[in-house]
């Protein structure tokens, strides 16, 4: 049982961004996993829910000819897991999709609804950071398009205006071609739990063995995904070695701002991201075609 | 609360047209508008996998799909798999002679999970079962031979022919 006032279920984008328009109370559902269990906590009452699970032009993935992936909001975890553009083009997106949850689970959520719901512990989002994912946000009065990292505005915060909706997720073709990635997602349980930490990075590999670029990404850092620029910065152009690779773990610990909760200590955290990015840098360097380091 | 103009969905294959308040979850509306109490609530919150059904073919969590959500939609619950005439599915028959059962709570969920992964995948590893019942909690068997069971109804199934 929850407390739902009105479900209304809007057939096209348009009628969904009329509604939002008319209606400022509506909160947008799409998998419900996160507005219900919300319902069920008692943190949205009375909702009104406007659903757009059936909006078609939300749907799906596809790749444009200049090679820029489309990715439908209401792509389920599921769909990205088994679609066939992501794991062709960015596979690192896939691995971290099926960290997330359970089958069940999966079969429902959405992407779009785990970037809206604003965790900084989104199992997609520190992926999307490192592949520098930009969102198309559609209201009644018009378009933009913001890069993710800009999206995220802190804990459970994101820049979606009165009647927006977030319509693509936008990854452009140099933000992927080329780079092979690695997502780890550290939890107590090895399913069904929300991440400790969650590191993505994905770099690209020139001259057989120097770091022509390395993205960190990380979620349950900070108080929202962030990325690692100083760790970054340093690595772009340095020959690959255990050495580089220890002082590109050292270096993103410094952009984070982890804290202490029932999870985890800080001091712990810190640790984790250390290590975890070392070990998610070594994956990557193998999947980008460069050469194992022990 | 406003009630939804009733709601179409087939269930187990049979078409129904109910008329419930806008706030209830599928799973309600399977156990309290339509008497199939085969699908259990445990955590009510996803957790649990209790309530899986099939919805379209695909796993769900029934607890958190709203009734509305339905409309339209097939669902597949565990009194749905047995034949007509009584004879039971493989999946159930294996998980009786494997002993994977033993409060029974977790089972339907199980079950459905399973059911959900045999008809994407006829032959899986022990690992795929895994990954299929990942999100279906047992506080009874230690899982081993639930997983055995699942491997034996996919060899039922094969050497059947039947799903
Ligand atoms: C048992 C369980 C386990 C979970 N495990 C994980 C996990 O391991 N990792 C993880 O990251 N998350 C996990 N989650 C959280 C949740 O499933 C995800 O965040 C999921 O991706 C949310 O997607 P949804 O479609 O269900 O979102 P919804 O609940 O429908 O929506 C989430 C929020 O986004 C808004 N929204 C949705 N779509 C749009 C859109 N297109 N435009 C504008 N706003 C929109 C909604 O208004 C709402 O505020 C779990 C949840 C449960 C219940
Ligand atoms: S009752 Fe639905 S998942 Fe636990
Ligand atoms: S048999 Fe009791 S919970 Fe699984």
Same mark, same amino acid.
Request: proline share 4%; charged share 25%; glycine share 10%.
């Given at each position: 049982?929850?407390? !739902?006032?009105?479900?209304?279920?809007?057939?096209?984008?348009?009628?969904?961004?009329?509604?939002?328009?008319?209606?400022?109370?509506?909160?947008? !559902?799409?998998?419900?996993?996160?507005?219900? !269990?919300?319902?069920?906590?008692?943190?949205?009452?009375?909702?009104?829910?406007?659903?757009?699970?059936?909006?078609?032009?939300?749907?799906?993935?596809?790749?444009?000819?200049?090679?820029?992936? #489309?990715?439908?909001?209401?792509?389920?975890?599921?769909?990205?897991?088994?679609?066939?553009? #992501?794991?062709?083009? #960015?596979?690192?997106?896939?691995?971290?999709?099926?960290?997330?949850?359970?089958?069940?689970?999966?079969?429902?959520?959405? /992407?779009?609804?785990?970037?809206?719901?604003?965790?900084?512990?989104?199992?997609?989002?520190?992926?999307?950071?490192?592949?520098?994912?930009?969102?198309?946000?559609?209201?009644?009065?018009?378009?933009?398009?913001?890069? !993710?990292?800009?999206?995220?505005?802190?804990?459970?915060?994101?820049?979606?205006?009165?009647?927006?909706?977030?319509?693509? /997720?936008?990854?452009?073709?140099?933000?992927?071609?080329?780079?092979?990635?690695?997502?780890?997602?550290?939890?107590?349980?090895?399913?069904?739990?929300?991440?400790?930490?969650?590191?993505?990075?994905?770099?690209?590999?020139?001259?057989?063995?120097?770091?022509?670029?390395?993205?960190?990404?990380?979620?349950?850092?900070?108080?929202?995904?962030?990325?690692?620029?100083?760790?970054?910065?340093?690595?772009?152009?340095?020959?690959?070695?255990?050495?580089? #690779?220890?002082?590109?773990?050292?270096?993103?610990?410094?952009?984070?701002?982890?804290?202490?909760?029932?999870?985890?200590?800080?001091?712990?955290?810190?640790?984790?991201?250390?290590?975890?990015?070392?070990?998610?840098?070594?994956?990557?360097?193998?999947?980008?075609?460069?050469?194992? /380091?022990? | 609360?406003?009630?939804?103009?009733?709601?179409?969905?087939?269930?187990?294959?049979?078409?129904?047209?109910?008329?419930?308040?806008?706030?209830? %979850?599928?799973?309600?509306?399977?156990?309290?508008?339509?008497?199939?109490?085969? %699908?259990?609530?445990?955590?009510?919150?996803? +957790?649990?996998?209790?309530?899986?059904?099939?919805?379209?073919?695909?796993?769900?969590?029934?607890?958190?799909?709203?009734?509305?959500?339905?409309?339209?939609? +097939?669902?597949?619950?565990? @009194?749905?798999?047995?034949?007509?005439?009584?004879?039971?599915?493989?999946?159930? @028959?294996?998980?009786?002679?494997?002993?994977?059962?033993?409060?029974?709570?977790? %089972?339907?969920?199980?079950?459905?999970?399973?059911?959900?992964?045999?008809?994407?995948?006829?032959?899986? %590893?022990?690992?795929?079962?895994?990954?299929?019942?990942?999100?279906?909690?047992?506080?009874?068997?230690?899982?081993?031979?639930?997983?055995?069971?699942?491997?034996?109804?996919?060899?039922?199934?094969?050497? @059947?022919?039947?799903?």
């Amino acid at each position: 049982m929850y407390n !739902i006032k009105e479900y209304y279920e809007a057939a096209t984008l348009e009628e969904a961004t009329e509604l939002l328009a008319a209606n400022p109370n509506l909160t947008i !559902i799409a998998g419900g996993t996160d507005v219900l !269990i919300k319902m069920h906590h008692g943190q949205i009452e009375k909702a009104e829910l406007l659903s757009i699970r059936k909006i078609k032009s939300l749907q799906g993935i596809r790749k444009l000819e200049d090679g820029t992936i #489309i990715i439908g909001p209401l792509t389920t975890f599921t769909q990205v897991v088994n679609d066939p553009v #992501i794991k062709d083009n #960015i596979p690192v997106l896939a691995e971290a999709a099926l960290s997330m949850g359970g089958p069940q689970i999966r079969n429902v959520a959405t /992407i779009g609804g785990n970037i809206c719901n604003g965790a900084t512990s989104a199992d997609s989002a520190s992926t999307l950071f490192a592949l520098n994912a930009r969102l198309k946000l559609q209201s009644k009065l018009g378009e933009r398009v913001v890069p !993710i990292q800009e999206f995220y505005l802190g804990p459970g915060k994101v820049d979606l205006k009165a009647g927006e909706i977030l319509t693509e /997720i936008i990854v452009a073709p140099g933000d992927y071609q080329g780079y092979g990635g690695h997502y780890i997602k550290f939890s107590m349980r090895k399913v069904m739990d929300i991440a400790t930490l969650g590191v993505a990075v994905i770099c690209k590999i020139k001259e057989r063995n120097i770091f022509a670029d390395v993205r960190i990404g990380l979620g349950v850092a900070g108080p929202t995904p962030l990325r690692c620029r100083e760790a970054e910065a340093f690595a772009k152009g340095k020959t690959i070695s255990r050495e580089t #690779i220890a002082e590109i773990g050292k270096l993103a610990v410094k952009s984070t701002k982890a804290r202490t909760s029932w999870r985890a200590s800080k001091e712990y955290r810190e640790h984790l991201v250390e290590e975890l990015t070392q070990r998610a840098l070594k994956a990557a360097i193998v999947k980008a075609g460069g050469e194992e /380091i022990a | 609360m406003k009630p939804v103009p009733r709601i179409k969905l087939k269930v187990n294959g049979q078409e129904y047209q109910v008329e419930v308040p806008a706030d209830i %979850t599928l799973l309600e509306l399977l156990r309290e508008y339509l008497s199939l109490t085969g %699908t259990k609530e445990g955590c009510g919150k996803g +957790e649990c996998g209790a309530c899986t059904v099939l919805m379209d073919g695909q796993a769900v969590n029934s607890c958190l799909v709203p009734a509305a959500k339905a409309e339209g939609s +097939e669902v597949l619950t565990i @009194e749905g798999l047995a034949s007509p005439d009584g004879r039971l599915h493989p999946l159930q @028959e294996a998980f009786i002679s494997e002993g994977a059962v033993q409060c029974g709570f977790c %089972t339907p969920g199980m079950i459905m999970s399973a059911k959900a992964l045999l008809d994407q995948n006829p032959h899986p %590893t022990r690992e795929e079962i895994k990954v299929a019942l990942s999100g279906n909690l047992c506080r009874c068997t230690g899982y081993a031979k639930i997983i055995t069971a699942v491997e034996k109804a996919a060899a039922m199934i094969a050497g @059947e022919g039947r799903g």
